[in-house]
């Protein structure tokens, strides 16, 4: 089975530094979708990234950027100049097929400071 | 595009009582919608996968006799939690996946939050 390993409970970083959010994976597919979720205070989920397996590229998005490395399994986020808009709880999730269940990590809140 | 709405966003209810949650895909038809429950400072737990005019598939633990849920057309599904107590008190979400879609990504209910007293 699928799984998704988050290793940071919780970071704090100062305004407009960078800081990566670790995330592991385990599954014995070749295709694949990794996601990083937001989840502010709101409770709103928010896509952040995504990622197709089958590309090598590592996705970017603004401020945000992802380190894919597939063959050990690791997608990290990396979030560069951080705002206080940043805080959040982030999800990194797992997505096999467009109607299969999404396995999500347990996340990692972060807490941008002044 | 691809906007989900959920309703109610707030709701009190009385133990014993059972209450009706409704997810909409608002722009879009989701031929699969997907429940979560999300307690606090945790990650989100999947219940049930629904799928438009068959029966949902609920997830090892889940009741599905509490916790009923509906898909009855392309853009609603509906999950009832009946005789409700207060450990169902929880934040529940649902998503839902758009055939259309370029990418694979499931679309996302603002929540609600469900209060039993």
């Known amino acids: 089975a699928q799984t998704v390993t988050q290793s940071q409970p919780e970071m704090s970083v100062q305004e407009a530094e960078t800081v990566t959010l670790s995330c592991t994976y385990d599954t014995s597919e070749n295709n694949y979708y990794l996601f990083w979720y937001k989840q502010p205070p709101s409770r709103q989920m928010i896509l952040v990234i995504r990622q197709e397996a089958y590309k090598q590229q590592n996705a970017t998005e603004n401020r945000f950027s992802v380190n894919f490395q597939k063959a050990a399994k690791s997608f990290s986020l990396k979030i560069s100049d951080s705002q206080l808009g940043d805080t959040a709880m982030y999800f990194c999730a797992y997505l096999m097929n467009r109607d299969d269940k999404i396995i999500f990590g347990k996340g990692t809140r972060l807490h941008i400071l002044p | 595009g691809a906007v989900v709405s959920q309703h109610p966003s707030r709701v009190i209810c009385k133990s014993g009582t059972s209450v009706k949650i409704e997810c909409r895909s608002l722009?879009?038809?989701?031929?699969?919608m997907f429940w979560y429950r999300q307690f606090p400072k945790q990650s989100l737990m999947l219940m049930a996968t629904s799928n438009e005019g068959s029966k949902a598939t609920y997830e090892q633990g889940v009741e599905k006799d509490k916790f009923l849920i509906n898909h009855a057309s392309l853009t609603l599904s509906t999950l009832t939690v009946t005789s409700a107590h207060p450990e169902d008190s929880s934040f529940y979400i649902c998503?839902?996946?758009?055939?259309?879609?370029?990418?694979?990504?499931?679309?996302f209910g603002p929540g609600t939050r469900l209060t039993v007293t």
């Open positions: 722009d879009f038809q989701a031929t699969t």
């Open positions: 998503s839902a996946s758009a055939p259309g879609s370029t990418f694979y990504e499931q679309y």
